[in-house]
């Protein structure tokens, strides 16, 4: 257990700091695309009930921002939005819009090897959900 905390924990701390970076250097439509990516991988289905407003908040960026960008993303065929859903329509695609933005954090998820129904695949999935909700309640204070 604790060997795969350790991962965990590498992996969590690999993707918050490519985050930052991204943040300052991609573009919204690329960082929106790895963040979906990112939660896609958490997620044993290709929806996802996501609210602009929620995107954006977890993007650091306004929500008009997001909309044009879950625009031009939908446009590509990549994914499929409607009113609080988001859904995975091409994965090749949306990793190739994302570009150079999910490398690093990619690079680092293998060393993890825990399945989506294992204890510490649990235990991921419950801590990026805590870390979700305690960001969005930072970010509107």
């Not at 996802?48 to 908040?57: A, C, G, L, R, V």
């Amino acid at each position: 257990m604790r060997a795969h905390l350790l991962r965990f924990i590498h992996t969590f701390i690999v993707q918050v700091s490519q985050t930052a970076y991204a943040n300052a250097g991609y573009a919204l439509e690329e960082r929106l695309a790895c963040w979906l990516l990112m939660t896609h991988d958490r997620m044993e289905h290709d929806d996802m009930s996501i609210t602009h407003e929620f995107m954006s908040i977890m993007l650091g960026a306004r929500r008009p921002g997001v909309t044009l960008a879950v625009q031009m993303l939908e446009g590509t065929g990549a994914i499929r939005a409607t009113r609080g859903q988001i859904t995975i329509r091409d994965r090749d695609k949306l990793e190739y819009l994302a570009g150079q933005s999910t490398a690093l954090p990619r690079r680092s998820i293998p060393t993890c090897s825990c399945s989506r129904s294992s204890e510490a695949g649990e235990l991921k999935l419950r801590y990026f959900h805590e870390y979700t909700l305690s960001r969005s309640h930072h970010a509107r204070l």
